[in-house]
């Protein structure tokens, strides 16, 4: 099982355009929300989480997935289930994904010595030891980083692409959503 952590203050594009894709192309994915099922994001969207952090499966990991905000990528740091899930995906060698401000979780731990990441501008020194890359998004390894919100889709398409092992798969869920950015356009 893939588990979606949600943390109070997370960003939510970075936490709910990822899930809407993992669903859309039939890989399992879990939301956990930390300190209860109600999780209220940065922006004050409240979102149900799935699951709460005491009912996370440690035999059956697969994939960690850590959305950025503020405070949630402070809460999510500070959570022992969150930490565990890592340790064992890095372990395993499973997913471990992070965007914004969440990489700086996993350069805090040294996971990010000698790996390519990216992150949201201001968080480089936090990614310990990475080639810190100024790209949306960074696959290293079982490792994925992107910079921040905008950046949620290529994230999505990208933990998609890890997952089922084909650009491809990702590539068409991307087309089939219309996504294709041309920068706003007056008319």
């Given at each position: 099982?893939?588990?979606?952590?949600?943390?109070?203050?997370?960003?939510?594009?970075?936490?709910?355009?990822?899930?809407?894709?993992?669903?859309?192309?039939?890989?399992?994915?879990?939301?956990?929300?930390?300190?209860?099922?109600?999780?209220?994001?940065?922006?004050?969207?409240?979102?149900?989480?799935?699951?709460?952090?005491?009912?996370?499966?440690?035999?059956?990991?697969?994939?960690?997935?850590?959305?950025?905000?503020?405070?949630?990528?402070?809460?999510?740091?500070?959570?022992?289930?969150?930490?565990?899930?890592?340790?064992?995906?890095?372990?395993?060698?499973?997913?471990?994904?992070?965007?914004?401000?969440?990489?700086?979780?996993?350069?805090?731990?040294?996971?990010?010595?000698?790996?390519?990441?990216?992150?949201?501008?201001?968080?480089?020194?936090?990614?310990t030891g990475a080639n810190v890359?100024?790209?949306?998004?960074?696959?290293?390894?079982?490792?994925?980083?992107?910079?921040?919100?905008?950046?949620?889709?290529?994230?999505?398409?990208?933990?998609?692409?890890?997952?089922?092992?084909?650009?491809?798969?990702?590539?068409?869920?991307?087309q089939d959503m219309q996504w294709?950015?041309?920068?706003?356009?007056?008319?």
């Open positions: 099982m893939i588990y979606l952590f949600l943390a109070e203050g997370f960003e939510e594009i970075e936490a709910l355009a990822p899930l809407d894709m993992l669903r859309r192309a039939s890989i399992p994915v879990s939301t956990v929300g930390v300190g209860g099922k109600m999780v209220k994001g940065a922006h004050n969207v409240c979102v149900m989480a799935d699951t709460e952090e005491e009912n996370v499966d440690f035999e059956n990991i697969s994939g960690v997935i850590l959305p950025g905000g503020m405070p949630g990528t402070k809460n999510l740091e500070a959570c022992e289930t969150v930490q565990k899930a890592i340790d064992i995906c890095i372990n395993n060698q499973d997913l471990v994904a992070a965007i914004c401000a969440a990489p700086s979780i996993l350069g805090h731990k040294g996971l990010l010595a000698g790996k390519k990441a990216t992150c949201f501008p201001g968080f480089e020194k936090d990614c890359l100024s790209q949306s998004v960074v696959t290293d390894g079982n490792i994925i980083t992107a910079r921040g919100a905008g950046c949620a889709l290529s994230f999505g398409g990208a933990i998609v692409a890890y997952l089922k092992q084909d650009t491809d798969v990702a590539n068409q869920l991307l294709n950015y041309e920068g706003h356009k007056r008319v």
